[in-house]
């Protein structure tokens, strides 16, 4: 009978306990989302950098600055927001916070977004005027505008937006009037591919550096160069950018160069260094500019496809296409060899030297392009059809059709394929509005000067 009793003892507590612990599981539960509730999704107002330093950010929460002058403010802005709440830093009134004097931005975490700002009436000390750290992913820089951010001395070397990190992406921004050394924007690279996004923004004129060094975009760096970065640059505009040869400066592998507007600029987008990258469906408005380019390509598996280039002015390292010769053994800085280079279905009209092949070709780059092929392109009263400074192995040149040069080997008389729409000669089965007559590019509360007209 004691023994029974023992046993309905102890079979009670134990369902009494187990019950016990799953209400106070719930119960802490249930407090724990009440508590993330409350502390969730808070708006806090600044009006400097010392107030932001003081914040401790949490997911969902935005900060809003002041409108007026920040002068010579260095913005910290630290934090780790998720993909449902990001944390996010705006101007009171996009474009109302200006950030002038030697002030910069620091974006370091994950999801962080910032919007509205305007740099202007200042410069950089030494640091980068926009900085997504090595730590920072998912973030983004969206409806900014960096304007004549100029030292006085004009060798000092900063770069205007500095891409670390992975998965980042500035967008809907107007970048204009950098006249100092450095690159405009740069991805830099490391072991791992990056995922970067730049799209929809305006890249204004700038002016001829003189030296190396006067991108608008870098992808990558020499070192880093046999890497994979996976960046896309796409539905941008950029306007007189004359910094040097190279407008854009693919240094890295598995990129995408897409949909972007070229205007009246005195260089070309360039294969530097790195493989398996596209140049594709982007319009050349060259206008015959003195020194404007086209694409240049160097390295393995490039493919150049849909392009439209009118009036290309550039000769050899900068004719409409150029595909260059190599150093035999090249160092990671120096020139590797064209293979298996796939350019179709580009439009050229009115180019001073439509395709150049061997281009470069000296004492040192004596190493000819192998693999190359060259096939259903459209070429309008080129100047020059071909120039061949070497005689490419494996070549392969067909169906290019050609209106108002001589035909050669490859080449055929243009038939009845193209039509005239928007200004632009296109594939009557693939009518396309150009993206900048229906897409806002740049911030919605600023209007730049453009006037993008054939010539």
């Given at each position: 009978m004691k023994l029974n009793f023992y046993v309905g003892l102890v079979l009670l507590c134990g369902v009494s306990y187990s019950s016990c612990a799953k209400a106070v599981e719930a119960d802490s539960l249930t407090k724990k989302v009440e508590e993330q509730a409350t502390i969730?999704?808070?708006?806090?107002?600044?009006?400097?950098?010392?107030?932001?330093?003081?914040?401790?950010?949490?997911?969902?929460?935005k900060v809003i600055m002041k409108s007026g002058e920040w002068k010579s403010q260095l913005i910290n802005f630290k934090?780790?927001?998720?993909?449902?709440?990001?944390i996010t830093l705006i101007a009171e009134i996009k474009g109302s916070v200006i950030l002038s004097g030697n002030s910069n931005l620091k974006i370091d975490g994950e999801w962080l977004v910032v919007d509205g700002l305007s740099f202007k009436n200042g410069s950089s000390l030494k640091d980068d005027v926009v900085l997504f750290t090595k730590a920072t992913s998912n973030s983004r820089l969206t409806n900014t505008s960096i304007e004549n951010y100029n030292p006085?001395?004009?060798?000092?070397?900063?770069?205007?937006?500095?891409?670390?990190?992975?998965?980042?992406?500035?967008?809907?921004?107007?970048i204009t009037g950098k006249v100092h050394q450095g690159t405009t924007l740069v991805v830099w690279l490391d072991d791992k591919p990056n995922y970067h996004q730049i799209d929809h923004n305006y890249f204004g004129p700038r002016p001829e550096l003189g030296a190396n060094g006067g991108e608008t975009i870098r992808i990558g760096t020499s070192t880093f160069s046999m890497n994979d970065s996976y960046a896309t640059v796409q539905n941008n505009i950029f306007d007189k950018c004359d910094g040097e040869v190279e407008i854009i400066s693919i240094k890295s592998g598995f990129n995408k160069i897409m949909n972007n507007l070229f205007y009246e600029c005195a260089g070309t987008v360039t294969f530097?260094?790195?493989?398996?990258?596209?140049?594709?469906?982007?319009?050349?408005?060259?206008?015959?500019?003195?020194?404007?380019?086209?694409?240049?390509?160097?390295?393995?598996?490039?493919?150049?496809?849909?392009?439209?280039?009118?009036k290309v002015?550039?000769?050899?390292?900068?004719?409409?296409?150029?595909?260059?010769?190599?150093?035999?053994?090249p160092a990671l800085n120096e020139y590797w060899q064209v293979k298996n280079a796939d350019i179709q279905n580009n439009i050229i009209v009115g180019a001073r030297e439509a395709f150049v092949l061997g281009s470069g070709k000296d004492n040192d780059r004596t190493v000819a392009p192998d693999g190359v092929n060259i096939s259903n392109n459209y070429i309008f009263n080129p100047t020059t059809l071909l120039v061949t400074q070497d005689e490419p192995k494996n070549l392969k040149m067909q169906n290019?059709?050609?209106?108002?040069?001589?035909?050669?080997?490859?080449?055929?008389?243009?038939?009845?394929?193209?039509?005239?729409?928007?200004?632009?000669?296109?594939?009557?089965?693939?009518?396309?509005?150009?993206?900048?007559?229906?897409?806002?590019?740049?911030?919605?509360?600023?209007k730049d000067n453009r006037s993008f007209i054939f010539k």
């Open positions: 969730a999704d808070k708006t806090y107002t600044i009006a400097s950098a010392a107030e932001l330093n003081e914040l401790k950010l949490m997911p969902g929460d934090g780790k927001g998720t993909s449902e709440k990001p006085s001395d004009k060798t000092l070397d900063y770069k205007w937006v500095s891409l670390y990190g992975n998965h980042n992406r500035v967008d809907h921004c107007s530097r260094h790195g493989n398996n990258s596209e140049v594709s469906n982007n319009y050349f408005i060259a206008n015959n500019v003195t020194n404007s380019g086209g694409i240049r390509l160097i390295g393995e598996n490039q493919k150049v496809h849909g392009n439209y280039l009118y002015a550039g000769r050899t390292l900068r004719s409409a296409i150029s595909v260059m010769n190599a150093y035999e053994k290019n059709q050609v209106e108002g040069a001589n035909i050669v080997t490859g080449f055929v008389k243009m038939g009845n394929d193209l039509q005239m729409s928007d200004g632009i000669w296109q594939k009557k089965t693939e009518l396309k509005k150009p993206f900048w007559l229906e897409t806002a590019i740049g911030p919605d509360w600023k």
